[in-house]
């Protein structure tokens, strides 16, 4: 029952704790509805499609400002059932429903024996009647250790001959990191986005004195030892049907001229779960120092059939037939939703055009559909593509094509209508094909990870240092894709790679990787 309907005490003291649980209960609720409030606006700016690298900034401030306003409802909860708190006899407290622990956690068990004497007779002797369990979640902090390797030499009794076991392959010669604190250093730093005098700081507060130009020796000879893995990946993205592509800005320094210069960081997606196909999903990246339409073709080099890309006029040439030889262009462009919708999105916000939201409204349907079919059969993405969303699309085209009369023509609103309906045929290309996309997303997905590391950087050191991040965003973000844990993975492989067979590659690629302990889980048994 709430405080608001319970019976008024009449003792003074009892009614003002009564007023301070009921003052407690309208700021509890004055909390929600803010919070409430907060996540609606993610919400509609999700909806009407905000690039998200906007979206991401405000997400980030909204879950600040939640967090928050959780951490002060905790503080006042604390505070009412202290102890010397009279309010906490009268608040009604929320039944709690906690998940249960993971099970593949390990488990620590802490047994406390009961009293030795009974607290009512004195008595000593006690029979058992069961135990009350709880189980708490620890958190155990990471440590360093060293790894002492013995090799025994032994001599044979009948010839002398010195026999003793080879040293274990390390990942860098003469070294003495292992596979497991390397593969931490990087992830640490390309996935978790801390910089490597950050780490240092770090591992120094653990009595651990690791240099950050020592760390960046270890990244350099971890970028050489990974790209042949780097490049095989490259080669399965390479190999769908359908790409996604894009690329995003790196700041990068310059030494000689006191400032940075623009670098760029492309990504090629292969992504065919959204069909329900079995390939892997990957991501390629490759650095370059400029935007040079050169740089597109490098990226795709080798592939044929659909680039979902956006507006980038260095995507044309892949387009179109070479007019030399007569080749046939290489892809068929697959033009992106999203950034049509950005553009008008960003008119409504500038102007409240009714016209602008209707448009928008009609475009959030046809997302909504591609959320519903998520996963089906190429075939059946096709039918219900045709079925529903073909209606709407001429609706919109209609719409499209009757504003600009109402409208001045060197509008936003005109420019962003002219967008969509120049590029209608590649827009409405997936329409036809269930293996095709409405946007460009999962190349934007692969490309966030890179912008909340520039926040951390600010730049990177040189072009090499851009080269390199490319290789170990192709090895991480294609791990994450596959919902492996890349420091893991990484750990596992550093290792052996050195003396794997080229030809055998594969074996190491995330999606065919197993943990060591499941590989060795069949020979133990037997």
């Known amino acids: 029952m709430s405080c608001a309907t319970a019976d008024l005490p009449e ?21 929600l509805i803010e919070k409430l409030k907060m996540q609606l606006a993610i919400l509609r700016r999700a909806r009407f499609g905000r690039s998200s690298e906007k979206l991401d900034r405000d997400i980030e401030q909204l879950e ?23 309010a906490s006899s009268s608040m009604p407290k929320k039944p709690s429903v906690r998940a249960p622990l993971p099970d593949h956690l390990p488990l620590e068990t802490i047994t406390h024996d009961a009293p030795c004497v009974c607290p009512t007779c004195g008595g000593t002797k006690f029979g058992r009647i069961g135990a009350d369990e709880r189980d708490v979640l620890e958190y155990v902090a990471s440590h360093f250790k060293r790894v002492r390797h013995v090799r025994e030499k032994m001599s044979c009794r009948a010839c002398e001959t ?36 950050r780490q240092s700081d770090i591992y120094a507060r653990e009595g651990v004195t690791i240099d950050r130009s020592v760390m960046a020796g270890w990244v350099g000879h971890m970028a050489a030892l990974l790209a042949p893995l780097a490049e095989r990946i490259a080669r399965h993205v390479r190999a769908g049907s359908a790409i996604h592509a894009d690329d995003t800005t790196v700041p990068v320094l310059d ?15 292969r992504d065919e779960r959204p069909y329900g196909s079995t390939a892997p999903p990957a991501a390629f990246y490759l ?12 990226l795709l080099k080798d592939c044929r059939g659909h680039l979902h890309a956006d507006g980038y006029p260095g995507f044309g040439d892949l387009y179109e037939a070479d007019p030399k030889t007569g080749a ?73 094509d009757a504003t600009p009369a109402k409208i001045s023509g060197k509008s936003d609103f005109a420019k962003a209508i002219r967008y969509a309906t120049s590029r209608w045929t590649a827009l409405t290309r997936y329409v036809h094909n269930g293996r095709l996309e409405m946007s460009n997303n999962a190349a934007e997905r692969a490309i966030r990870p890179l912008t909340l590391g520039r926040k951390n950087y600010l730049f990177a050191g040189s072009d090499d240092g851009g080269r390199r991040a490319a290789i170990m965003y192709t090895l991480i973000e294609t791990a994450r894709f596959n ?41 133990q048994a037997a």
Request: some cysteine; overall charge neutral; aromatic content about 6%.
């Open 64 to 86: 600040l400002l939640i967090g928050d306003i959780e951490e002060s409802d905790a503080e006042r909860q604390a505070q009412s059932e202290a102890p010397d708190s009279g």
């Open 162 to 197: 010195i026999v003793q076991a080879p040293m274990p392959t390390l990942p860098i010669e003469k070294g003495r990191r292992g596979p497991a604190l390397l593969a931490h250093v990087l992830v640490a730093k390309y996935c978790d986005h801390l910089p490597l005098h």
């Open 483 to 523: 919902d492996i844990d890349p420091e893991a993975w990484l750990a596992d492989i550093i290792a052996p790679i050195a003396d794997h067979p080229i030809n055998r590659i594969d074996d190491l690629l995330p999606w065919n990787w197993k943990p060591h302990a499941e590989r060795a889980a069949p020979s």
């Open 287 to 298: 650095y370059s120092a400029d935007r040079k339409a050169e740089h597109a073709r490098a």
């Open 11 to 31: 003792d003074p003291a009892e009614l003002r704790r009564f007023a301070a649980s009921l003052a407690a209960e309208v700021h509890a609720k004055t909390l």
């Open 328 to 400: 046939p262009a290489p892809f068929k462009e697959v033009a992106c939703w999203a950034h049509a919708r950005r553009k008008i999105y960003d008119v409504h916000v500038e102007t409240k055009s009714p016209a602008a939201a209707q448009a928008l409204d009609m475009i959030a349907r046809l997302f909504a559909i591609e959320a519903d079919i998520k996963g089906r059969s190429p075939s059946e993405r096709i039918d219900a593509r045709r079925e529903r969303a073909n209606p709407i699309l001429d609706e919109l085209r209609a719409f499209l």
């Open 255 to 269: 030494p000689g001229r006191g400032r940075t210069k623009t670098g760029r960081l492309w990504t090629a997606v």
